[in-house]
C-alpha cells in the first residue's frame, strides 16, 4: 500500500522571506515522517497561489554537483534556473524542492555511478550495476505541499511524465506542461538521450 502524505501529515516547519536574484519570495519548509521515514522539502513561493489561472510549479530533486557545482554532467541546474526566472517574472508559482539528490540514490552513491559512467556504463547501468533503483522517487510529498497551498491545478514546468501522474494522483490536476528544455553539450548529451530513451522524459 502506497501511503500519501496529507495535510494532515504534513509539518509545516519554517516560513521566512527570501529575496533573489531571481525575485522575492517567501521559502517555506516542510517535514512528513511515516513509520521511520523522514522527508523534507523547500517550497519557494511567489505571489498568490490560491486565486487565478493555475499557477507554475516546478518540483525540482537536489543535485548538489550540478545546482551548486555547475556540473555539465546533467541539465538540473539549467531547469532550476529557467524555472525560477521564469516564475519570478510572472510573479506567481513555486518551485518544489526536494531532498532526492540522484534520482533518490543520496550523493555518494551518485559518485560511485559516476565513476562507473566514466567507464562506459549510462545513468541506468551505472545505477543497476550498483544494485540500486534507477528512479526511486515518487513525488509523494509535493503533492501534498500543493494541497497545503490550496493548489487544485498547476501549469507543471517538467520534461518527466512521472511527475504529471503523480500530481494527478495526488489530487493536483496538471493543466498544461510546460517543457523546460535545456541547451545540451558535449558533456551532457549522452546523458539527455538516456533520459529521452531509457527514462521516458519528454525530451
Aim: hydrophobic share 40%; charged share 25%.
Amino acid at each position: 500500500m502506497v501511503i500519501v502524505p496529507t495535510i494532515m501529515d504534513l509539518v509545516h516547519a519554517a516560513e521566512a522571506d527570501f529575496p533573489s536574484e531571481f525575485g522575492q519570495f517567501r521559502i517555506h519548509g516542510f517535514e512528513w515522517v511515516h513509520e521511520g521515514e523522514r522527508e523534507e522539502a523547500v517550497a519557494v513561493v511567489i505571489g498568490d497561489l490560491k486565486t487565478g489561472p493555475p499557477p507554475v510549479l516546478r518540483i525540482h530533486s537536489q543535485c548538489l554537483t550540478g545546482d551548486v557545482f555547475h556540473s555539465l554532467r546533467c541539465d538540473c541546474r539549467q531547469q532550476l534556473e529557467m524555472a525560477l526566472a521564469a516564475i519570478g517574472k510572472l510573479g506567481r508559482g513555486l518551485v518544489i524542492y526536494e531532498m532526492k539528490e540522484g534520482r533518490g540514490i543520496g550523493i555518494i552513491n551518485k559518485l560511485r555511478a559516476y565513476q562507473l559512467q566514466d567507464e562506459g556504463a549510462d545513468t541506468v547501468e551505472a545505477n543497476e550495476a550498483l544494485g540500486l533503483a534507477i528512479d526511486s522517487r515518487d513525488y509523494r510529498l509535493p503533492g501534498a505541499i500543493c494541497k497545503y497551498f490550496g493548489i487544485e491545478a498547476v501549469r507543471l514546468m517538467s520534461n518527466n511524465p512521472d511527475k504529471i501522474a503523480a500530481l494527478e494522483a495526488a489530487g493536483v490536476r496538471v493543466a498544461e506542461r510546460v517543457p523546460t528544455i535545456a541547451p545540451d553539450s558535449v558533456h551532457s548529451k549522452d546523458y539527455l538521450a538516456v533520459k529521452r530513451e531509457k527514462l521516458g522524459h519528454l525530451i
